[in-house]
Antibody
């Protein structure tokens, strides 16, 4: 059974940093693209970052230069380093498995809440 | 960036009704369109990929159609467990983008 378990969310002040982690199991982690997708309370879905099987990374303009996605294959783990956090980054962050070469999201974690507030 | 526009933003329907949700892309995205269902407090779940392919395990009352810039999600006979929010997503190019969602409520 595919499982994605996020951790690392919490309360952080504006301008601060936070590192999210995602533990993957039940599939061959190294052969799948992985993503982070976020959702503010009561709002829609926003794609935040992707990392390909070759380690190539992708970001939307809203987080480029502030967020960094990475993965540790040996530990079946995905990470999101978030710097210079803003109130607008407050959301539930989902770790998501991508279907190979098709940029769609076929398995989701349960999410971890990040709150940026003073 | 490719903008995705869903309509309606919400609808009320009864069990057994046929429901149609539309999604329009700001430019042609071929068939690179996916649909997700999200229930309250839960993560989204993939329903349809590549515009019309049914994800494994998803009931056959769900179907998708369209290509280019106009797409449709149809629920042929609405069931109680289908009341949820539905999102479309383009997988044609980064940044990957979602529609604003359509909330399907009980009439």
């Amino acid at each position: 059974e595919v499982q994605l378990v996020e951790s690392g969310g919490g309360l952080v002040q504006p301008g601060g940093s936070l590192r999210l982690s995602c533990a993957a199991s039940g599939f061959t982690f190294s052969t799948f693209d992985m993503h982070w997708v976020r959702q503010a309370t009561g709002k829609g879905l926003e794609w935040v970052s992707a990392i390909g099987t070759a380690g190539d990374t992708y970001y939307p303009g809203s987080v480029k230069g502030r967020f960094t996605i990475s993965r540790e294959i040996a530990k079946n783990s995905l990470f999101l380093q978030m710097n210079s956090l803003r109130a607008g980054d407050t959301a539930v962050y989902y770790c998501v498995r991508g279907r190979s070469s098709s940029w769609l999201f076929d398995c989701w974690g349960q999410g971890t809440l990040v709150t940026v507030s003073s | 960036d490719i903008q995705m526009t869903q309509s309606p933003s919400s609808l009320s329907a009864s069990v057994g009704d046929r429901v149609t949700i539309t999604c329009r892309a700001s430019q042609s995205i071929s068939s690179s369109l996916n649909w997700y269902q999200q229930k309250p407090g839960k993560a989204p779940n993939l329903l349809i990929y590549a515009a019309s392919s049914l994800q494994s395990g998803v009931p056959s009352r769900f179907s998708g159609s369209g290509s280019g810039s106009d797409f449709t999600l149809t629920i042929s006979s609405l069931q109680p467990e289908d009341f949820a929010i539905y999102y479309c997503q383009q997988s044609y190019s980064t940044p990957l983008t979602f529609g604003g969602g359509t909330k399907v409520e009980i009439k």
